[in-house]
């Protein structure tokens, strides 16, 4: 353990640093990783016999038209999609002017309805990236092309 100097006494008088929370005594490892409380075990305890009870008695239910239990089976069985592949064709992109007629094309596509705000924004900070991307390469060419101009002028001149 580190101990600390207080700022306010003298340099000789060292407290040990403190613990945080309630330390296990020796020997005791604590709870093993991965394992559960009490409430978790007792509920699964209480499921583990009617699961397959309760879930067919929710499908009746939502099959009755209770619309909690139909959010929370289809939740269950087609849960939300984190992105999915876009219906829209961008034009090709070789070089940085490629980039604004891209944008244009994006943004005729929010105008039209094929895409919506959340995509047409997330494709907009996609071709930001992408022609920050060649712009940086292209500052790298460049200059080592200098680079590379400027020792042939130096073994030249020599």
Do not use: W
């Amino acid at each position: 353990m580190v101990d600390r100097i207080r700022p306010s006494e003298e340099p000789t008088v060292i407290e040990p640093s403190r613990v945080r929370g309630r330390p296990f005594q020796k020997g005791n490892p604590g709870r093993l990783p991965g394992s559960k409380n009490k409430l978790t075990r007792l509920l699964e305890e209480l499921v583990e016999d009617d699961g397959e009870n309760l879930t067919r008695k929710a499908i009746q239910l939502g099959l009755k038209g209770n619309v909690q239990c139909l959010q929370y089976l289809l939740d269950r069985i087609l849960p939300k999609r984190r992105g999915r592949p876009l219906d829209f064709q961008l034009p090709k992109i070789n070089g940085v002017r490629d980039i604004a007629p891209a944008m244009a094309a994006v943004t005729n596509g929010l105008g039209n309805g094929d895409l919506t705000f959340e995509e047409a924004s997330e494709l907009m900070g996609f071709l930001e990236n992408y022609e920050r991307a060649i712009m940086r390469n292209d500052h790298v060419f460049r200059v080592e092309d200098v680079e590379l101009r400027m020792k042939q002028m130096e073994t030249f001149k020599r």
